[in-house]
């Protein structure tokens, strides 16, 4: 089974500090995504990214930034956490067009709670 | 841009049928996806439908798509208290980036 990986459950983090969210997929895909999911948002992009080094802003990137030097791993920042961004934060991954399958359907983490405090 | 609606709660019988609808406006959509989210939990893929069908059955899940109204549905068969979760619908037009709804609470009453 594909298998997407977020390091932490949950998280409770200060004002001003500084936030990584890891995320490890072991599928060898080359698309992975941030989403952050709010009540009655939905899910909303904050970052994507099609290959190694590459990076893409999605809808909300204000305030994040993103890393990711290796295929397996695409890290989320938050370079000084505020009480806005408390939220669920989702990661996914998918293979691109044209190379498995054919419905591109995203796998998701189960999801990071950070709470900003 | 596009855009993907549905409406946010639902309540159902315990072996009732459940059905969930969701319009869409991208009238490129390719692929239309049904993802599940039960508490605490990331989006789990349900099923998925092409834009040339009009119907797609898996078990207890059907799903119907009007492609000239943009809109589709899930029916969920014989409901079950384990269906209780976070419905999205999601469209794509073939290439990667997915856009979602807000997504649908079931709620199913024993």
């Known amino acids: 089974d594909v298998k997407v990986t977020q390091s932490s459950r949950y998280l409770v983090k200060r004002t001003g500090e500084k936030v990584f969210l890891e995320c490890v997929q072991d599928?060898?895909?080359?698309?992975m995504f941030w989403y952050r999911q709010d009540p009655g948002l939905g899910l909303r992009l904050i970052y994507f990214s099609y290959d190694v080094k590459m990076k893409e802003k999605g809808d909300i990137p204000e305030g994040y930034s993103v890393s990711r030097e290796k295929k397996e791993r695409f890290s989320l920042i938050l370079e000084s956490a505020s009480t806005n961004q408390t939220s669920m934060y989702l990661c996914?991954?998918?293979?691109?067009?044209?190379?498995?399958?054919?419905?591109?359907?995203?796998?998701f983490g189960s999801g990071t709670r950070l709470t900003v405090v | 841009g596009e855009d993907v609606e549905q409406s946010l709660f639902l309540s159902v019988r315990e072996g009732d049928s459940s059905v969930i609808n969701c319009t869409y406006t991208d009238s490129s959509s390719t692929y239309l996806y049904w993802y599940k989210q039960e508490p605490g939990a990331g989006l789990q893929l349900l099923t998925y439908?092409?834009?040339?069908?009009d119907m797609k059955q898996d078990q207890r899940l059907t799903v119907l798509l009007n492609k000239k109204d943009k809109h589709l549905s899930l029916r969920i068969a014989d409901t079950q208290t384990g269906d209780s979760a976070i419905y999205f619908c999601a469209e794509s037009p073939g290439y990667q980036k997915v856009t979602f709804g807000t997504g649908t609470k079931l709620q199913v009453i024993p």
């Open positions: 996914a991954s998918s293979f691109p067009p044209g190379v498995q399958g054919v419905h591109y359907g995203y796998t």
């Open positions: 599928m060898d895909h080359e698309n």
């Open positions: 439908i092409f834009s040339n069908m």
